[in-house]
Nanobody
Framework: QVQLVESGGGLVQPGGSLRLSCAASGRTFTMGWFRQAPGKEREFVAAIDWNGGSTYYADSVKGRLTISRDNAKNTVYLQMNRLKPEDTDIYYC??????????????????WGQGTQVTVSS
């Protein structure tokens, strides 16, 4: 069983930046970030394959958010720039225990973090 622990959320003004981190207790393959607002379904934000060679983004965040990983530290990051009020959500880190190409499908992620709140407001 792999545990995921997120950090780095908080309150930021529109146009500002945040960096989320997710530390895994063991080896993982594809890792992703998802977000969820109250009463809504969890939605895909970004994902990265096991060696960092391929990254994937939701259209709504392309050009503003960047996912990366450091396998030596078993950690994945989400650099969030030019944040907008509509980016306000709880952000969840997730990991797959076997590699798949379906990086946007929540059901194919085996491990989830507890979530970290990101609030974009003036």
């Amino acid at each position: 069983q792999v545990q995921l622990v997120e950090s780095g959320g908080g309150l930021v003004q529109p146009g500002g930046s945040l960096r989320l981190s997710c530390a895994a207790s063991g080896r993982t393959f594809t890792m992703g970030w998802f977000r969820q607002a109250p009463g809504k379904e969890r939605e895909f934000v970004a994902a990265i394959d096991w060696n960092g060679g391929s990254t994937y983004y939701a259209d709504s965040v392309k050009g503003r958010l960047t996912i990366s990983r450091d396998n030596a530290k078993n950690t994945v990051y989400l650099q969030m720039n030019r944040l907008k009020p509509e980016d306000t959500d709880i952000y969840y880190c997730a990991a797959q225990s076997v590699p798949t190409s379906a990086v946007e499908t929540t059901a194919l992620y085996d491990y989830w973090g507890q979530g970290t709140q990101v609030t974009v407001s003036s």
